[in-house]
């Protein structure tokens, strides 16, 4: 199943649920007056204003100099740098054509270079890598600090590609035709496809023919700040003659295209999906035909929270929710977290009678999957463990064989050359144990390996320990205590507390740290894993449990983490920090708050804090299935019980934060961050605070910026817990 898509692919291409929208505006609106506009610290959401720079740069001042002269720093910085640096890491590669595509940073390729080999040219210890793109060079060319995002090859040749390209690491970028062939762009003035700046995205259709989808003028973005409309753009015309095919509404997340290529017998059909998010979670989705210039849409009529992809001549249907019967036209009950398959042909045509390729349970739900030339590999997850099934289909009936793989590791399963062969890559780690990369084939559980991570610190005295805490309402918690094997509990040990629980995102289980192998286990430390509610380790109904409303639930849940590490005596409230990014960085700024006596230091990464205003600052509209509407009182309720933002109070002495986000963050706005560190400033709160210039939602561009970060972060942690 080879699709194009209108948003920049992914580096994996496994299918599953997305996990972050990834494009957003630069800058933010400018917002009619409310009641939150006394709010005396507001000047900081002006991204790049004077005020806010000056602000920004005392406060960084600060932080590094007082991180950056701790006696350890430098050392750290260096260790950390030649890990990313390191040209022992696995090059992962895609298969397009003959070629085997890899796109690459180390000291010599600071912002990155692409770059081709062969199949036998891989498998040696150095292979012999052909530069295809270096993006230093275009740098220092067009004098940009272009930052390499993603790419997307036109089927069936693949000569033609479309290349993303971003200033400083945001998550909008520019679009450019790459000829693999000459290795060049293809240049506007010779036909080439181009979009300037801003979050949008191609999808081929043919040689000739886009999908186009980005900011065309007023009222074509929705209030999320993403494209609601989709055009059909001619090579060799102007954008702006470009026919529209498709459009959402304003109050959409986003609108979205997929084209696919459909290995059906000794046939390639051709189908084209387009959908509009009403919200982050739900969608409809249209079969989009064009007779000419006239688009024709029909409904693919499956829940509005399920997902929908196409494979071989198969439907398949991720369900978020339970599928009751009657429901749609279906004639079964199907329990949230179902994979399910039928005809596609016979779907459009009436039919409802799926296959259940992986039905829910307790504690057991649908990992990632992919498709091959012939086979599905799905992995069946049971307690966090993987359990991976090939699925085969012939004449309407499906059959089922178990592979061997890793139980306990983390898996990532990628089609060599997505569906023209039943070859596909598995790489496997876990937190001690280094990365290995193999070759493996549909049919067989013979794996030819490839290449291994060497190891980058010394794990040989170390453990892994899969425990449970107990919730608030009793619920059980797994998380993971990576520990020196000595490790005495008598509470002294320092640790770090690390989770997430948003977006149905699995932390577990828990793949290679060298970074954190090297800056805090081998130094002594504990680093701990939790798998709390609102996250996906057991799937959908793990993740609606901590919905809106119920948020609290995953706050509860890892603080019932954090005590118990206290009880059994891994550590104690002296000794232990937490660290979250994110909505992980809601997550500890909120239970920080809430519980101040459990922790000493927080890390808070890139951080939604601001619940008021989070709706309207960048991307945040998009999320509000996931934390609700603070503009709506009733909503606005419960959000505002957790709010770091509204809550922080001077008369509560609370753990040492360090706040770290990025000015070209333009996903969730540094304006998050800058605020809550300013007002417990003036509450005369201790606290750092460091904003990288760079990086995006990542927080870093290259190599030596995520060095920089993961010294700044974890020399603060060994100060705070030692």
Known sequence: MRRSRSSPPRTSRVLRAPLLLAVCLLTFPMQSMSVEDDDPYRYLEDIDGSASKQWVDARNATSTRELQGDRGYDSLYRRLLAIHDSKQRIPDVQKIGTWYYNFWRDADHVRGVLRRTTLDGYRKSEPDWQTVLDVDALSDREHENWVWKSWSCRY???????????????????????????????????????????????????????????DFGPGTMTDSGYPRVIKRWTRGTPLTSAVQVFAGQKTDVSSDATHY????????????????????????????????????????????????????????????????????????????????????????????????????????????????????????????????????????????????????ATLAMTPVDDDESD???????????????????????????????????????????????????????????????????????????YGYGGFEISLLPRGYGAVTGAAWLERGGVFVVAGIRGGGEFGAQWHNAALKENRQRAFDDFIAVAEDLIATKVTSARHLGIMGGSNGGLLVGAVALQRPELFRAVVCQVPLLDMRRYNK???????????????????????????????????????????????????????????????????????????????GHAGAANNQQQARIGALEYTFMARELR
Not at 159 to 187: H, K, N, P
Not at 306 to 333: F, I, K, Y
Not at 473 to 497: M, N, S
Request: proline share 6%; glycine share 8%.
């Open 617 to 695: 600052l960048l991307a945040g509209a998009s999320w509000m299935g996931e934390y609700g509407d603070p503009d709506i009182p009733a909503q606005w309720d419960y959000i505002s019980k957790y709010s770091p933002y509204q809550n922080v109070s001077a008369s509560t002495t609370y753990p040492r934060f360090l706040f770290a986000t990025s000015t070209r963050d333009d996903r969730v706005h540094p304006g998050h961050a800058r605020k809550m560190a300013a007002k417990m400033l003036g509450q005369k709160h201790d606290l750092l605070y460091f904003e990288n210039t760079e990086g």
């Open 261 to 408: 290529h459909l290995h059906i017998g000794d046939r390639v059909v051709e189908r084209t999906v387009v959908q509009r998010a009403p919200t982050f979670f739900t969608s409809e989705a249209y079969l989009l035909s064009i007779v000419g210039e006239s688009p024709s849409l029909v409904h693919i009529d499956v829940p509005d929270d399920a997902q929908v992809q196409l494979w071989r001549d198969q439907m398949l249907v991720t369900l978020r929710r339970d599928w009751p019967a009657g429901t749609h036209g279906s004639t079964a009950s199907y329990g949230a977290g179902a994979l399910l398959a039928i005809d596609f042909d016979r779907f459009m045509t009436g039919a409802r009678d799926f296959t259940t390729l992986f039905a829910p349970g307790p504690r057991r739900s649908l990992g990632p999957f992919i498709g091959t030339l012939n086979a599905l590999l799905v992995d069946e997850m049971s307690e966090v463990r993987n359990q991976v099934s090939e699925w085969t289909v012939a004449e309407g009936r499906w059959s089922r064989r178990a592979v061997d793989l890793p139980a306990d």
């Open 156 to 214: 069936p040749d693949r000569r033609r590609c479309i290349v993303y390209l971003s200033r400083g690491g945001g998550d909008a970028t520019v679009a450019r035709e790459f000829d693999l062939e000459a290795m060049a762009f293809v240049q506007p003035d010779e036909g080439g496809f181009a979009l300037s700046e801003a979050k949008g995205s191609l999808v081929w259709l043919d040689d000739d023919h886009v999908l186009v989808r980005t």
């Open 423 to 497: 070859d596909y890559f598995v790489s496997t780690s876990d937190p001690l144990t280094p990365t290995t990369l193999a070759l493996a084939r549909v049919g067989s559980d013979r794996r030819e390996p490839l290449k291994a991570l060497p190891a980058f610190f010394d794990a040989s005295g170390m453990s892994v320990d899969r425990r449970e805490a107990r919730s608030a309402d009793g619920t059980r918690i797994p998380y993971l205590v990576i520990r020196p094997r000595d490790h005495e509990p008598d509470g002294r040990a320092p640790t770090i507390l």
